[in-house]
């Protein structure tokens, strides 16, 4: 009679430790196309905030193209002129549509993070802002069709707990005592 019950939780412990097994789905039991996932690494950039505004800039080679919103409402802020200092040099930034400024660097930056300062004018209103561009290169990057290593680490946390249990449960038919 004892061993019914450690056998009914040894099951239930395997049920529930093989439960992420059935939440895999096979071939055919998708939910149509994934979405691309992109291939190469994500271009530098850097937000430079205030209570008025929010400046986003991305880098790409020696091109930089800047976004200024409201920061209350996130809409592009139309009529205003932008002065940029980037790691202590002027550039001049070139405004394409409401919102929209590009500016190009005189030389692709090293890498490294590079101080930048937009003075933001609008009006009669003057704001500074400043932030960071964080330059850096990609070391590791994860395969788009591979699974990565914290999911094998799962898979291979979740194999050794089953092991343990089977191990205990074992055990535990062994050193109990029978009964005739």
């Not at 239930?12 to 939910?31: K, M, S």
């Amino acid at each position: 009679m004892t061993l019914f019950p450690r056998l009914t939780a040894f099951t239930v412990a395997i049920l529930i430790a093989a439960a992420p097994l059935a939440t895999q789905a096979g071939e055919g039991h998708d939910h149509g196309e994934a979405p691309a996932t992109p291939t190469g690494s994500a271009l530098p950039r850097f937000a430079a905030t205030s209570d008025t505004f929010e400046l986003v800039g991305v880098l790409d080679g020696h091109d930089l193209t800047l976004w200024l919103d409201h920061a209350a409402d996130n809409s592009p802020v139309e009529g205003a002129s932008l002065e940029l200092e980037i790691g202590g040099v002027k550039v001049e930034a070139e405004q394409h549509e409401a919102g929209e400024f590009e500016a190009e660097l005189a030389a692709e930056p090293e890498e490294g993070e590079i101080a930048i300062k937009a003075k933001v004018v609008v009006g009669q209103r003057t704001e500074l802002l400043s932030g960071d561009l964080d330059i850096h290169e990609e070391h590791a990057e994860e395969s788009a069709s591979g699974a990565s290593w914290g999911t094998y680490g799962a898979w291979g946390a979740g194999g050794l707990v089953l092991l343990a249990l089977l191990g205990w449960a074992m055990r535990r038919a062994r050193v109990a005592p029978r009964h005739s």
